[in-house]
């Protein structure tokens, strides 16, 4: 068996946990979580500690399972050991076919329109965004593919680099709260109607907790970082929390500027409306550029571990051509022809979001938050075996984390079957899992 060298240390990963779940989302997620909680600050302060307890308690599971199995890629090695080969098998081609490989692409065209509002490229042509697409799409996979530990520098400084604005915007935005009135106003007003509004908590969870996927990607790698039984851990309990406390302050920054009522009329345009009375004119391209950045970092941790999902199916003498694509390029140490296969899904699904926001299929299908609803479901059954299994645990670890990050993953997976498009989504879902058991080998 060919095998990755290790190369990435606990810096990088915990870069890939931060990296990946902030993306673009966060600049503009204060606002629907406030109007879903109909402007009441409180429950929206609620709402984000809810929203992270998938997140955390999810990571300190999978920390759990990290001490334990050290392989190629941690949550289908999680599976197998789990469930059996196949199920582990199933989950691996879930993750590159259906998880990974879609949101590799709407991240591309993610980066792409933001970068289009940057410079102004769409007004004169529309398609200009797929162009972009194209070229951001192809250049992080060359990226990934011939210089890894590139990729693995890139994403640290991309992920310091989209943490600039969140932390002005929360420090100066608290401070400017403190010292205007403006927090306390919204804190007094909010305490007047938390009772009457608590039932609006719900919905406000299940979206502040889209806000908190990616943080799985870290595990993808876990062969490949030094010192993995202890660093890889670490990295799922730091990442996780500095992602929950950067958006909790982020969303008090935005409160201390502006009424709540304010911020949700305003929807997204209220984050640009701070900036510009924290930092000047300036701020809202600057802000502009700083989202274009944190997507691409986004982008690149999803294809860095999209990647690794083909090869980690063919080092087990599965999926389609494992000899071909378990074959480790010695030169550059990365398995290329895996590469290419995940390049190639990668595309497909960027012509299908073409597709489907244009409606040639007739309808919009949501492959952007389905994908992540279906693999909350998948570590529900990795979270009951923790409980099962892990005897040597004390009783919170065995027992109180697993069944709290269950509840989350519940959370998720609930607000996911509210999703018009749930029922198209699982049927395809269904027939390409079926169709990967073509590739399944018994042996």
């Known amino acids: 068996m060919e095998t990755l060298k290790k190369k990435y240390g606990l810096f990088t990963a915990v870069a890939m946990v931060v990296g990946v779940v902030i993306g673009s989302g966060v600049f503009f997620k204060a606002d629907d979580v406030l109007m879903l909680t109909e402007g009441n600050l409180i429950l929206g302060l609620i709402a984000w500690g809810l929203g992270a307890v998938a997140m955390i308690f999810g990571a300190l599971v999978f920390a759990d399972y990290a001490h334990r199995i050290e392989k190629t890629n941690g949550v289908v090695d999680y599976s197998e050991a789990a469930y059996g080969k196949k199920a582990g098998y199933l989950v691996g081609w879930f993750n590159w076919i259906l998880?990974?490989?879609?949101?590799?692409?709407?991240?591309?065209?993610?980066?792409?329109?933001?970068?289009?509002?940057?410079?102004?490229?769409?007004?004169?042509?529309?398609?200009?965004?797929?162009?972009?697409?194209?070229?951001?799409?192809?250049?992080?996979?060359?990226?990934?593919?011939?210089?890894?530990?590139?990729?693995?520098?890139?994403?640290?400084?991309?992920?310091?680099?989209?943490?600039?604005?969140?932390?002005?915007?929360?420090?100066?935005?608290?401070?400017?709260?403190?010292?205007?009135?403006?927090?306390?106003?919204?804190?007094?007003?909010?305490s007047y109607t938390v009772r009457g509004k608590s039932n609006t908590l719900a919905s406000a969870v299940v979206a502040s907790a889209f806000a908190y996927e990616g943080w799985i990607v870290a595990i993808t790698i876990n062969n490949e970082i030094k010192d993995s039984k202890k660093n890889l851990p670490r990295a799922l309990a730091f990442g996780t929390i500095i992602v929950f406390l950067v958006y909790i302050t982020y969303f008090l920054g935005i409160a201390g500027v502006l009424p709540t009522t304010e911020i949700v009329n305003q929807g997204d345009e209220a984050v640009t409306i701070v900036a510009n009375i924290l930092f000047g004119?300036?701020?809202?391209?600057?802000?502009?550029?700083?989202?274009?950045?944190?997507?691409?970092?986004?982008?690149?941790?999803?294809?860095?571990?999209?990647?690794?999902?083909?090869?980690?199916?063919?080092?087990?003498?599965?999926?389609?051509?494992?000899?071909?694509?378990?074959?480790?390029?010695?030169?550059?140490?990365?398995?290329?022809?895996?590469?290419?296969?995940?390049?190639?899904?990668?595309?497909?699904?960027?012509?299908?979001?073409?597709?489907?926001?244009?409606?040639?299929?007739?309808?919009?299908?949501?492959?952007?938050?389905?994908?992540?609803?279906?693999?909350?479901?998948?570590?529900?059954?990795?979270?009951?075996?923790?409980?099962?299994?892990?005897?040597?645990?004390?009783?919170?670890?065995?027992?109180?984390?697993?069944?709290?990050?269950?509840?989350?993953?519940?959370?998720?997976?609930?607000?996911?079957?509210?999703?018009?498009?749930?029922?198209?989504?699982?049927?395809?879902?269904?027939?390409?899992?079926?169709?990967?058991?073509?590739?399944?080998?018994?042996?």
């Open 281 to 443: 004119p300036i701020a809202a391209v600057l802000l502009t550029a700083f989202v274009v950045i944190s997507c691409l970092g986004t982008l690149n941790g999803l294809v860095l571990a999209n990647i690794r999902g083909p090869y980690a199916l063919a080092i087990r003498g599965q999926g389609p051509l494992p000899k071909v694509l378990a074959k480790v390029n010695q030169k550059f140490q990365m398995p290329l022809r895996a590469a290419f296969a995940s390049g190639i899904v990668s595309f497909t699904y960027l012509f299908l979001w073409y597709a489907s926001l244009n409606n040639l299929f007739g309808r919009f299908i949501a492959i952007d938050e389905i994908p992540i609803v279906l693999v909350y479901g998948i570590y529900i059954f990795l979270y009951v075996y923790a409980i099962r299994k892990f005897e040597d645990l004390g009783f919170f670890s065995r027992i109180i984390k697993p069944i709290i990050a269950i509840l989350g993953a519940m959370t998720i997976v609930y607000g996911g079957l509210l999703n018009p498009s749930i029922g198209v989504y699982l049927f395809i879902s269904l027939g390409v899992l079926l169709f990967g058991l073509l590739f399944y080998k018994n042996k």
């Open 99 to 190: 998880y990974f490989s879609p949101l590799t692409a709407i991240l591309a065209w993610v980066s792409a329109r933001y970068t289009v509002t940057l410079f102004k490229l769409g007004d004169s042509n529309p398609m200009m965004v797929w162009y972009i697409s194209i070229v951001y799409l192809l250049l992080i996979y060359v990226i990934n593919s011939i210089a890894p530990k590139i990729a693995g520098d890139l994403q640290v400084g991309t992920t310091i680099i989209k943490l600039i604005p969140l932390v002005l915007i929360a420090i100066v935005g608290i401070i400017y709260g403190i010292i205007h009135g403006m927090t306390y106003d919204n804190f007094l007003e909010a």
